[in-house]
């Protein structure tokens, strides 16, 4: 057992250590495990203190960032001691409440933001509808686009078919009134005089104190029950007018105290004609605004005392402004100046009705205590576009209480008083006037005798609806002043009226008138264009027919010309033979030497062109450009030169060479001309046909003449040479300084000296004349057969020096010239 002890002890020991082994080996598994987790913890616990540091820096990033928002917004926050809040103060601050309450609904309405953007995004991911829906949507539209169109259509037709009806109940209406009888009357017993049957509303019977009864009719009867929602159910059709562009006048005509006030304007609790009616016109142009546009303005004046007062105007001063009617252009009446209050709603007519009503002048009578001692006009201007047509319109609606109708007498007035009672009865007699002169249809309206008259007179007229209240009195103390205002209504129910006009915009009216005027004025240019145009036309035809006869007599005389130069030519060609032959013969008889041989004979003269159409076009220019030859002539000479060669612009040898006719102007010598005891007898213009020009004398010609003055110049000297024996006897005083052998040249330096050679002045070329020429007088001679012998010793024995010495001129043409001078100079220088 002693040896089981150890054993079991051992065994209990080794069991013990190993249990303590097991649970040492499992403390530390246990402990490493532990360990383990606590490292994990730890490293995570840094992780989350480094987080919520990064946290807090967040936080105070932001809590920085709003500190500095709210210090910018509210810089000057202050606490009641005017010092800056400090941290507590701030977050109780109620701004910086009311930011943070701020803050928290902008972040609800981001959420709600994201909220409805993801609603529109799966509403955008579904699809519209379709095209069936669409068509259908498309054939309501112009479903909807038709029936509008029927609708305006069938309004016009209603506006129409009421106007027609309105036009036969009257153009002017006219509509009883009677007032209830007034607490001092009920005090008094007075009794009714006016018997109104309710079933007959149009009819009206006065009890006179007799008990007989006088009955009337008017379109209709309101008794002393009729409140004013009744008056203005039968006045509203006539009112209604207006809007569709005539011109209506309503007018409360009667004795004072019958109620015309409160007809037209009524009470603040029982409003009159004038707020109903602008309430329903508000209401119509509001129903008709989709196919009419309505603007309405108002104003309002009374006539005091024959004087134009405008009652809009609040300042006082300037109401005491005149205001005067003045007829516009397009024929209505205006008054420059008046107030013209735009209106919109009844609220806006209320005010000024209530503006107006405490400016009009209202005195206390016996009658009434609160009297109105002027007529109240109040003026609705309606301005009215159709959206379908554009038409335009623009009208009236006059709406008036009258003053009183009493008689002066029975009311009791003195003073001012019975000067505006005067004033009223004035302008309603004037009224009376109007209404008859209207009724009987005489061509004269007197609408100018009166102020009242002449600003109603586009209401009162043909052309516009009227309707007339006559308000009257029960009491039988008031009976005649009754009896009176409805005889006066009846006459005025009598008017028969032409159907009314629609009053289009009178802007839109001037504009047609200033076209059709225009239209006139260009109708009336054009007929006196047309006239002018005629008789311009007859001038040309005349004128025509005059130049055609003009041209058969010019051909006539070109004829007769030609004629006339045939005769001559061949007269002159047997003058100019026979004289060559006689120069030859005289010639060979002397025995001297002829110095200028090789004269052609006298060719043929061209005969001359015809006459040329008188034109003030220049001739075509010459085809050679001038040069300066040193030599200035005047352009008209040239061409005067040009002419004479029958338009040849450039001149030639050739065209030298050519037989001239010539002209030249003498003076017939005698014996004293130089000593100048007698007068110098008259000049007489000679011509004759020359010879040929001597070619020798053309071919001395230097070659330094330019071609394009050359032929001028070379004529020119030819011009100046005449025959030896035609100088002799056109000059024979002077015949000596004639040198034969120098030709021409010398005879032409004679004839410059000569004083009684009369022509154009004419300086040829000193490179001709081999010396300075004076200037010599033009001659229109050519070359003329050479003077051989001297002049002394040759007698003339051709025909035409012959002819020339006896200053006989034998061109059939001067001829025939002379005669007529001749004849149609006076007696005395005949002789
Ligand atoms: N139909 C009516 N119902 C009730 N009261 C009325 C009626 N008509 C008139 N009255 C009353 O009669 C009084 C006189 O009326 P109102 O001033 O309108 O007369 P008027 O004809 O305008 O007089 P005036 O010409 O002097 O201005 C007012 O107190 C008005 O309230």
């Not at 701004?95 to 953007?117: G, N, P, S, Y």
């Not at 009705?353 to 109240?376: I, M, P, W, Y």
Request: glycine content about 4%; hydrophobic content about 30%.
């Amino acid at each position: 057992m002693e040896d089981q002890i150890p054993q079991i002890l051992t065994e209990k020991a080794d069991s013990v250590s190993d249990k303590k082994r097991i649970e040492e080996n499992t403390l530390l598994v246990n402990e490493d495990r532990v360990l383990n987790q606590i490292e994990e913890i730890t490293s995570s616990d840094e992780e989350i203190k480094n987080e919520s540091r990064v946290c807090d820096e967040i936080e105070e990033e932001v809590a920085a960032s709003i500190d500095q928002k709210r210090e910018v917004s509210q810089p000057s926050l202050m606490n009641e001691d005017n010092e800056p809040l400090d941290k507590e103060e701030k977050n109780f601050h109620p701004i910086l409440q009311k930011v943070d309450t701020l803050f928290c609904k902008i972040q609800d309405m981001k959420k709600e933001h994201l909220e409805l953007a993801n609603e529109v995004k799966i509403t955008s991911g579904k699809t519209f509808p379709g095209s069936d829906v669409a068509a259908a949507l498309g054939l309501l539209s112009v479903e909807h686009e038709t029936l509008k169109k029927k609708y305006v259509e069938e309004s016009f037709e209603r506006k129409r078919l009421y106007n027609e009806v309105i036009e036969l109940k009257g153009n002017i209406r006219v509509f009883c009134r009677c007032r209830p009888l007034n607490q001092d009357e009920i005090a008094s017993r007075m009794s009714s005089v006016v018997d109104i049957d309710p079933s007959r509303e149009t009819e009206l019977h006065i009890v006179s104190s007799d008990t007989s009864k006088k009955h009337f009719k008017f379109d209709h009867v309101f008794g002393p029950e009729d409140d004013q929602e009744a008056v203005f159910a039968q006045t509203s059709p006539v009112v209604i007018s207006v809007l569709d562009g005539f011109n209506v006048c309503i007018f409360a005509y009667g004795q004072t105290g019958t109620g015309k006030t409160f007809t037209m304007e009524g009470t603040p609790g029982n409003r009159g004609v004038n707020f109903r009616t602008l309430e329903e016109l508000f209401r119509i142009s509001v129903e008709r605004s989709s196919t009419m546009k309505y603007e309405l303005s108002v104003s309002m004046l009374e006539v005091y005392n024959e004087k134009i007062r405008d009652l809009l105007i609040e300042n006082s001063s300037q109401s005491s402004k005149k205001l005067e009617i003045k007829q516009a252009a397009e024929g209505t009446q205006e008054i420059p100046g008046l107030v013209e209050a735009r209106v919109h709603n009844t609220n806006e007519v209320w005010e000024l009705l209530k503006t107006g009503t405490q400016n009009r002048a209202v005195g206390s009578t016996n009658a009434n205590e609160f009297s109105s001692r002027s007529h109240c006009l109040f003026r609705v201007t309606v301005r009215g576009e159709n959206l379908v047509n554009g038409q335009r319109t623009r009208s009236y609606l006059w709406l008036v209480d009258l003053a009183g109708s009493e008689r002066v007498g029975r009311i009791e007035v003195d003073g001012e008083r019975l000067k505006e009672s005067q004033f009223i009865n004035k302008s309603l007699s004037a009224l009376g006037d109007v209404i008859s002169a209207l009724a009987s249809k005489t061509s004269h309206i007197p609408y100018r005798n009166s102020k009242l008259t002449h600003l109603l007179q586009s209401s009162l007229g043909g052309d516009c609806k009227a309707l007339m209240f006559v308000q009257i009195s029960p009491s039988t103390a008031d009976l005649g002043e009754t009896l009176c205002s409805l005889n006066f209504a009846s006459r005025v129910r009598g008017i028969e009226h032409g159907p009314a006009r629609k009053q289009a915009d009178p802007t839109e009216h001037f504009k047609f008138k200033q076209m059709a005027e225009k239209l006139k004025h260009y109708e009336k240019e054009t007929k006196k264009l047309e006239d002018s145009l005629q008789s311009l036309q007859l001038k040309f035809a005349t004128r025509e027919q005059l130049c055609k006869s003009q041209q058969e007599r010019v051909r006539d005389l070109e004829n007769q010309l030609a004629e006339e130069r045939k005769a001559r030519l061949q007269q002159e060609s047997r003058a100019a033979a026979a004289a060559a032959k006689s120069l030859a013969l005289s010639s060979v008889q002397q025995g001297q030497k002829v110095q200028n041989v090789g004269k052609p004979p006298l060719g043929a003269l061209k005969p001359r062109e015809p006459l040329r159409r008188i034109t003030n076009f220049l001739p075509p220019p010459s085809p050679v450009p001038p040069q300066n030859s040193g030599i200035t002539l005047p352009t008209s000479r040239l061409r005067v030169e040009k002419e004479n060669d029958f338009g040849t612009t450039t001149k030639t040898n050739k065209s030298l060479m050519k037989p001239r006719r010539v002209s030249i102007a003498v003076r017939p010598p005698t014996e004293t001309t130089h000593f100048n005891h007698q007068p110098r007898p008259k000049r007489q213009r000679v011509s004759i046909a020359t010879l040929r020009p001597d070619a020798e004398l053309l071919s001395a010609m230097k070659p330094t003449v330019r071609p394009q003055i050359g032929g001028l110049m070379a004529r020119r000297s030819f011009a100046l040479r005449p025959d030896a024996q035609v100088l002799s006897c056109l000059n024979p005083l002077n015949t000596s300084t004639v040198r034969p052998e120098n030709g021409g040249m010398l005879a032409r330096r004679s004839f410059a000296k000569d004083p009684r050679r009369i022509s154009r002045i004419f300086s040829p070329m000193e490179e001709l004349t081999g010396e300075a020429t004076p200037t010599v007088g033009r001659s229109r001679f050519l070359g003329s057969p050479p003077g051989q012998q001297q002049a002394g010793s040759w007698k003339p024995k051709h025909p035409t020096v012959v002819a020339l010495q006896k200053k006989i001129v034998w061109s059939p043409l001067k001829q025939r010239i002379q005669r007529n001078e001749r004849k149609s100079l006076p007696p005395s220088r005949m002789a």
